[in-house]
């Protein structure tokens, strides 16, 4: 198997992974003599780009009205110096 990034020598490598849902466990990789690049089934899975719509939310959705939110700082009156 050859790297993505500099075409270099894929050795297959076992990683510790800290914060696995069940403590740490080992998991197998593939690792890149070259430049030290990791290919993993998870990592490909996040380096995937995703495209999802976001829908702006209207005023309506919010559930309050911008000009009736009470900030809390009209209750302080301070004294002119």
Known sequence: MTCIR???YM???HCLDMEGSYGPMWTTSWRCVNCGR???SVI????????E????VSVCERG???E????GAEAFIRAAA
Do not use: I, S
């Open 6 to 8: 500099c075409q270099g």
């Open 53 to 56: 719509t976001v829908r702006p």
């Open 38 to 40: 990791l290919h993993d």
């Open 44 to 51: 490909e899975q996040n380096r995937t780009p995703r495209h």
């Open 64 to 66: 309050y009205d911008p």
């Open 11 to 13: 050795a297959k490598d």
């Open 68 to 71: 009736e939110v009470p900030l």
